[in-house]
Structure formats: structure tokens, C-alpha cells
């Protein structure tokens, strides 16, 4: 594909507003997925799909995804929905808006000419209201249309990502911290105390359902503790989403559901999700009664080391911050909401 401005003339920008239309799009948006710039997990069309159908469709949202064409193959998908609210203006979010970066989905070689922003107005013309996207990275396509267009933008929580050098975990830990390793030795001594410590990873259908359940147990108690919610976590019809995107993720191999066990028991659980060579850690929860033998830091370098021992190069661990994520990781990825009318 090749693109100059006069191509944006023959683009076709066409949206899916109900079930039907928008399900007759999964082979072109994965096809799309496949040879787009920089995409992640949040992009794919079956992570947006769980979105949507358990999610987003059940709190009252209508469907607005934007997919642009060129010579009739798919080149762009912006995957929106609305609210309509009385007495106000709809107001449009990403379909994807559950706690993740957020980009429009672009062939690659058209993400490399300069029509970017043209594009993005395209697209935008199909809708009305307000619209409010976030999180946005910096240097996303996003991101960069937005530069270009002038558009608002407010910081949002910024994210912390560690890039791996070609190097083993240890010496990539020694460098941020000279305590951490000395305290993951002196909590994995307490915890044999408790009984013999493994890390496992599940695999099967059979051992998955048990595990998540206890992830989501682990990780609702913590959010009660901490008197916050979440979207994929605060509603049963949500966390069956998850459940059933992350299973299949984790039998194509484009998940990891990873297990800190103590004796029979399981105090430690991470879900991560794999693009490529970036890994996200996704959703972690731990035991209140071994939080004391640092179960959670056990929990997070496993990951890491693993993640090193397959080639991941980009470890992401999403926004927020705390100690630890700010220990393990070396840089900080600047996040924004991004408003348009």
C-alpha cells in the first residue's frame, strides 16, 4: 500500500453501530492487527469484543466503531461506543476503556505517511458530541494526531515500563536496587518455614478456571480493602469476559497465568498478557496473610525472569505507581486524557 494526500480522497470511512456489523469485522481487524503499527493486546478484536459484549453493552453504551478502507481492504479501526445521556451532549469513549492505553488501529505503512492526522479528522466526522479517550501514551499515534491537531489533553496516571537488556533479571534488579534481591531471599527463607515454595504456570482448561477465580477473589478483597473499584473486576459479567478472553489467551500462548504456591496452597497469582516482545502485567493479587513474606515482589520477579528467559525485551506494568513498580522498572511513559469538543 502506498499513500499520498490525494489517497485520503478515496478512503471509505464506513462505523458499526449494532452486533451484526460489528462482528462481521473480526477476520479483516485481526488481518488488520496483524500488519499494524505497534499494536497490543487491548487492540485485538476479541479483547474489545469481551469488552463489549459482557461489559460495555450491559452499563447502558452503543456501539460507534469507525473502520476506514482503502481499494476496499480494512487500513484503520477507531472501535468507540456512546452513552446518550439526557439533557446533554453524547458523550464517546474508547470501546477498549477499561484501564489500558489507548491508539486507533493502523496499517503500518499508512501509520508512516504524513495523512495521520486527516485520517483521524476523517474518522472523527462520523461522530458527534464530546469526545474523551483515555489513557493516551506519549509518541502513540494518538498521541501524535493530537500534537498535531491541537487538540486538549490532561495528564492522566503515568505508566511504568521496564526495558530489558540483553542481560538476566538479577543484574537488571542490582542496578535499580541493591536491597530488593537480599529481601526476596530473606521472604522466600520465612515462607519455607510455611512449607515447600514453587512457582507454577497453568496450562490447562481445567486448572485455569480455578486459578482465576482465586485471582479475582484475591484481587476483589484487596480493591474492598483499598475502597476502589474496577472495570473488569466489579462486575460478575466482567470477569467472565476476562475469564474467557485470558483462557484462550493462554492456550494460543499469548498469556501467562502464574502461580507463587506455598505447600498446596496458592498465595500469589499473576495474569500477564504477550504482544510480541512486550509482556503486560495485567492483574496480580496475593494472600493478605503472606503479604508480610513479600509474596507479591516473589511473584513479580518470577514473572520478569521468565519474561527475560522468552525474549520479552518491554515488561509494561500499566499506570499507577507504587514501590515496587518503581523498583523493577526504568522508565516512566508520560499517559494524558484526550478531549475533542
Known amino acids: 500500500m502506498t499513500a499520498n494526500a490525494s489517497d485520503l480522497k478515496h478512503l471509505k470511512v464506513s462505523t458499526a453501530e449494532d452486533d451484526r456489523s460489528f462482528e462481521q469485522l473480526e477476520l479483516e481487524w485481526n488481518d488488520l492487527w496483524q500488519r499494524s ?9 476479541d479483547w474489545c469484543a469481551a469488552a463489549w459484549h459482557e461489559c460495555l453493552r450491559q452499563q447502558g453504551y452503543k456501539l460507534h466503531v469507525v473502520s476506514v478502507r ?17 439533557l446533554r451532549r453524547p458523550d464517546y469513549r474508547f470501546l477498549s476503556c477499561l484501564e489500558h492505553p489507548k491508539d486507533v488501529l493502523v496499517d503500518r505503512q499508512l501509520a508512516a505517511t504524513r495523512n495521520l492526522r486527516d485520517l483521524f479528522l476523517l474518522m472523527m466526522d462520523t461522530c458527534s458530541g464530546r469526545i474523551r479517550i483515555s489513557p493516551v501514551r506519549k509518541a502513540s499515534l494518538l498521541h ?24 538476566d533479571i538479577e543484574t537488571f534488579v542490582r542496578q535499580r536496587s541493591k536491597s530488593l ?26 486448572e485455569f478456571d480455578h486459578v482465576f477465580a482465586d485471582l479475582v477473589r484475591l484481587k476483589r478483597t484487596w480493591l474492598l480493602s483499598k475502597e476502589k473499584t474496577s472495570g473488569w473486576l466489579s462486575d460478575d459479567r466482567a470477569v467472565a469476559a476476562l475469564r474467557s478472553y485470558a483462557k484462550g489467551a493462554v492456550a494460543a500462548g499469548h498469556a501467562h497465568l502464574q502461580c507463587i504456591n506455598v ?29 508480610r ?10 514473572m520478569m525472569r521468565r519474561a527475560c528467559a522468552d525474549d520479552v525485551r518491554v515488561i509494561d506494568h500499566l499506570g499507577g505507581t507504587n ?17 475533542i469538543g
Open 37 to 45: 503499527h505497534d499494536a497490543r493486546f487491548h487492540q485485538r478484536y
Open 70 to 86: 482503502w481499494q476496499g481492504r480494512l487500513v484503520a479501526v477507531l472501535p468507540l461506543v456512546r452513552k446518550d445521556r439526557m
Open 144 to 167: 501524535d494526531v493530537a500534537e498535531q491537531a491541537n487538540f486538549t489533553m490532561k495528564p492522566a496516571l503515568d505508566a511504568h515500563v521496564a526495558a530489558l537488556p540483553n542481560s
Open 181 to 206: 534481591l537480599g529481601e526476596e531471599r530473606r521472604g522466600f527463607k520465612k515462607l519455607l518455614k510455611k512449607g515447600p515454595v514453587s512457582v507454577s504456570w497453568i496450562n490447562t482448561y481445567e
Open 263 to 291: 505447600g498446596s496452597d496458592r498465595v500469589a497469582i499473576n495474569l500477564s498478557l504477550r504482544d510480541n516482545a512486550t509482556l503486560t502485567s495485567f492483574l496480580n493479587g496475593y494472600e493478605p496473610d503472606f503479604g
Open 293 to 302: 513474606f513479600g509474596v507479591g515482589r516473589l511473584g513479580m520477579l518470577a
Open 323 to 339: 514501590h515496587l513498580k518503581t523498583t523493577v522498572t526504568n522508565q516512566i511513559v508520560q499517559q494524558y486524557t484526550l478531549e
